[in-house]
Each structure stands twice: as structure tokens, then as C-alpha cells.
């Protein structure tokens, strides 16, 4: 705010996202300023640019005649001999109507808002299912059990919003002989071969290092895939409407997600679903991107799993207490997820409905983990709310109200992300937040952390806006198959029964 002389406001941005950057974006942005002017910054300007302001009055023209005039005439010469970029900024204000209005006008954008119809999740939300090699292909037994469950999603989410498999490359592992099994002439489409061992064969496939045998398994599933999405193009079935896509080269989880955002989706809003991850029981996906258009806070909401149930405790157990008690005020309970009809909490029809575990051993650690959500911190916050909402009168009978937990972790298991969030931030090159060949969780999750040590928890967090959905019932929404070790119990015992021979 300049009150005195005209002046130039000159910014220069860091070249990168970080405290401790120096390196400054050429050439800088220059602002001219009139007498009693101001500057406003917002958005991506408050992340520590550099500002300095110089006065160009006219230090040799005096008396009354226009000398801030002349000053002002100076300072714009003298930025147009320099090669610099100048903007001229001029303010409004807009005074607020009457009262008596202001209550009309608020009125009639309430029913405005309630009358205007709800826009379809086909036209919000595109899905993103990533696949690579594992020991089972090439049958399509996996994802056909993985997209079974999108019904548990809702209708609209299982069988008429866009879906694209993302299908990643692998490297192909020469013979222990060193002799190349394949033919001897050198197709264009071959994938590269490498030399490196593995023990472990699940461990090989989850770093995309493929056999020659396990390759062509790979690339039989890929057309299986074509085919079982081609054929159910214009019939009720989860795999309409569906896309396969195939990566030439290893990519890694994180860079075939990548490829999928740039080229494959052009929905605000993404639901990113691994291939061995399933839904469990009914699960509030419309409710979740609702709470998402309304709330611009909420950037990412991930789907609950075994390992993070808890996480509340699972925070408190790392941090301090007043980092707790902080966490506490950002739990976020949005109108949008108070929902009716019973359907969700620990007598709710989705615990009801949920997917049996296949054998009592998994029933009898099912409920232990459920007598163990009861006494945990993130049950005892949720009841001691109920009770002053109850107390307070504002607690509606057959409604139950989801939360979304504040997380400092981002889970690659089933969550929900804006698409601009994804490609404009966590994919942005210039902070490098995910790693080639690995998980995004791997690399963004230790970046999310420090960023709220050096920010604070509430300023550090909100760049991410990262939580988790919790209905309070105990159990999960997803779970997980184990893609490496899938429907290998067969090869197993043929590998004893050759030990024994």
C-alpha cells in the first residue's frame, strides 16, 4: 500500500516449492503503483515470493506543479526502457445492499440452490483401475472380482460412469541360461530385457521385471481385457463403458496414474482403485464427491481399509498432545454426509450387507477389530460429539453423520481426488512429489509431513487436503485380494510336489 509517492512493486518468484529455495523465475513482475495504490496477493503469490517496493517520484522536479505527475510519467519511461513485464492495477469496492435485501437475496439463492437439478456422477467422477503383471494372469479373475464390488458403490458408479484400466509395461528377465527363449528375430513392440535377479518372484513382478512365460501370460490378459470390454459395451455390466490402455514401457504405479490423468479423463473428479482393491460393504461414493464440490478444502478422501481405521490413534501415538487436540478442530462432519435411512454406523444397513469373511478364523479377528475400534480415540471423539449435538438438540433421529479425518499420509488405497489437484499439484515436475517406478504414497507422504512441521499442522495440511472416511461402525470399506500372491495355491503345491520328487 503505497500512501505518499508513486512507486514499483516488483515480485519474483521462487523456482521451485520450498522454504529454503533462492533461485528466483526470470524476469521478475513489475507493478506500478499510484499514489495510494495497493496490492492484493493471493493464491500461489503468498507462497513465499519475493517483493520489494522503489520510489520513482521525481526527486528534481519541486514546487506545485504536478511534481507526482512528472514522477509518475518518469517512472513509466523508465519502465519501458527496461525489459520488464509492467501491470497497472486498479480496485473497486462494492458496497453491501441493505439489510432487508441482503435476507432476500439469500432467500432466493437458497431456492435457487434447491431447486437446481443434481449433476449426474457419470459427468463428475471417471475411474482409474491400475494393473501390472502378477503370477495369476493371464486369467481375469482379479479385476472381474475388483469391479464385482463398484456395485457396492452405487448404480451410477458401477455401471455408468467412464473407467479406464491402466495396464503398465514391464521388463522382460532373460533365461538363467542366458539363452533368450524367444525367437531369434527382434520385433519393434518386444519389451527391453534385462539381466537383474530376483529372488522373490512376487517381489520381481511388483517392480515390473517380468519372465519370458509371465510376459506373454501379461500380454494374453491385456487382450482378454479388450475383448471382455467390448463385449460388454451397451449391457449391465460393471466392465461397460470401460477403457483398456497399455503402456509400452515400465512406468511404475505413480507414472501410470500419471499417464492416465494427462490423457484419459475429463472429469473434475477421479476415483484411483488398484487392481486387488475391493469395496466390502455399501459405501457413500456420491455423498463423498457432493461433500467435495461443496467444500474446496477437501481435495482428497480416502476409502477406509484395516490400516488406517484407527488413525487418530495412530497420529496420537506419533505426535504431541497439542498436535492431537489440533487435529481434533479439523475433523470435518459436512451436511452432505449426515445421512438418512439408516444405511450407515454400527447398526446400519452397510455393516448388514457387508461381504462375510470366508472362514471363522477371519470372523473371530473381524470382531475383535471391531471391540478394538470401540475403545479407540477415534470412536471416543466421534461418541463425545454425538453427545453435545444430543444435548444441544440438533441430533436428528435416523440420520448418522460420516466424518472425514484430517491424514498426513496418502494412501494409494481407493480414494477420491480432484483431477486439477492431481495434475496441476502432486504431478507438477517442478516440485517432484512422486517418484518414477514407484507409489505416489512413498515419496508424497514424507513431502506432506514436513510440510506441516515447517507450516504448522492446519497451514501445512491444507496444501494436501488429504482425509479419510470414517460412518463410526468399526469396520472397513475396502479390502484387498493380494494381487501377487492371487490364486497361486495351485502353483505352490506343484513346486512341492517337484521338491519331493
Known amino acids: 500500500l503505497t500512501l505518499v509517492n508513486n512507486a514499483i512493486y516488483s515480485v519474483e518468484r521462487p523456482v521451485g516449492r520450498d522454504l529454503e529455495c533462492w533461485d528466483l523465475v526470470e524476469p521478475a513482475t513489475t507493478i506500478l503503483m499510484e499514489q495510494n495504490g495497493v496490492v492484493i496477493k493471493t493464491g500461489e503469490s503468498l507462497w513465499e515470493w519475493r517483493g520489494r517496493i522503489s520510489d520513482i517520484k521525481d526527486s528534481n522536479s519541486c514546487g506545485e506543479e504536478s511534481s507526482s505527475d512528472k514522477g509518475w510519467k518518469k517512472g513509466q519511461k523508465k519502465l519501458a526502457l527496461s525489459n520488464k513485464r509492467s501491470v497497472t492495477l486498479s480496485f473497486r469496492g462494492i458496497l453491501p445492499p441493505e439489510p432487508s435485501s441482503l435476507s432476500k437475496q439469500m432467500e432466493s439463492c437458497k431456492l435457487s440452490e434447491e431447486s437446481k437439478p443434481q449433476v449426474p456422477l457419470a459427468k463428475l467422477l471417471t475411474?482409474?483401475?491400475?494393473?501390472?503383471?502378477?503370477?495369476?494372469?493371464?486369467?481375469?479373475?482379479?479385476?472381474?472380482?475388483?469391479?464385482?464390488?463398484?456395485?457396492?458403490?452405487?448404480?451410477?458408479?458401477?455401471?455408468?460412469c467412464t473407467k479406464v484400466i491402466v495396464c503398465d509395461g514391464c521388463r522382460v528377465l532373460e533365461d538363467d541360461t542366458g539363452e533368450n527363449t524367444d525367437s531369434d528375430e527382434k520385433k519393434d513392440d518386444d519389451p527391453p530385457k534385462i539381466t537383474r535377479k530376483y529372488a522373490n518372484v512376487k517381489q520381481t513382478l511388483r517392480n515390473g521385471i517380468a519372465t519370458v512365460d509371465q510376459a506373454k501370460n501379461y500380454t494374453e490378459l491385456k487382450k482378454r481385457l479388450h475383448k471382455l470390454c467390448a463385449d460388454s459395451q451397451g449391457t449391465q455390466s460393471t466392465f461397460s463403458n470401460t477403457t483398456v490402455v497399455e503402456l509400452e514401457e515400465r512406468h511404475g504405479y505413480g507414472f501410470a496414474l500419471r499417464h492416465a490423468l494427462y490423457n484419459c479423463v475429463e472429469t473434475p473428479y477421479v476415483c484411483v482403485i488398484q487392481h486387488d482393491r475391493t469395496f466390502m460393504r455399501p459405501t457413500p461414493i456420491q455423498e463423498v464427491v457432493s461433500t467435495m464440490e461443496s467444500r474446496e478444502e477437501i481435495k482428497y478422501v480416502g476409502v477406509s481399509m484395516k490400516s488406517n481405521l484407527n488413525y487418530y490413534d495412530i497420529f496420537s501415538s506419533k505426535y504431541s498432545r497439542r498436535a492431537c487436540t489440533e487435529l481434533k478442530t479439523m475433523i470435518i462432519r459436512p451436511e452432505q454426509l449426515n445421512i438418512s435411512g439408516n444405511r450407515y454406523g454400527p447398526n446400519g444397513h452397510s455393516i448388514a450387507n457387508m461381504v462375510e469373511p470366508p472362514s471363522e478364523k477371519r470372523r473371530k479377528l473381524r470382531d475383535i477389530a471391531r471391540e478394538t475400534y470401540k475403545a479407540s480415540h477415534q470412536n471416543i471423539i466421534y461418541e463425545e460429539w454425538v453427545e453435545s449435538m444430543s444435548s444441544s438438540g440438533a441430533n436428528q433421529d435416523g440420520f448418522h453423520q460420516l466424518s472425514l479425518t484430517p491424514t498426513l499420509f496418502w494412501y494409494d488405497n481407493t480414494h477420491i481426488v480432484r483431477t486439477e489437484h492431481y495434475r496441476d499439484f502432486i504431478y507438477n515436475p517442478v516440485f517432484k512429489m512422486v517418484a518414477r517406478g514407484g507409489f505416489v504414497e512413498d515419496k508424497l507422504s514424507p513431502i506432506i509431513k514436513r510440510s506441516c512441521e515447517r507450516l504448522g499442522l492446519k497451514d501445512g495440511h491444507a496444501k494436501f487436503g488429504c482425509y479419510l472416511l470414517d460412518d463410526h461402525s468399526g469396520d472397513v470399506f475396502t479390502g484387498h485380494l493380494d494381487g501377487g500372491s492371487y490364486n497361486t495355491a495351485g502353483l505352490h503345491v506343484k513346486r512341492n510336489a517337484s521338491e519331493r520328487s
Request: aromatic residues 14%; negative net charge.
Open 127 to 160: 475411474i482409474i483401475v491400475t494393473t501390472s503383471p502378477i503370477r495369476s494372469n493371464p486369467s481375469t479373475e482379479l479385476l472381474e472380482r475388483t469391479f464385482d464390488t463398484f456395485q457396492f458403490a452405487g448404480s451410477e458408479f458401477a455401471y455408468e
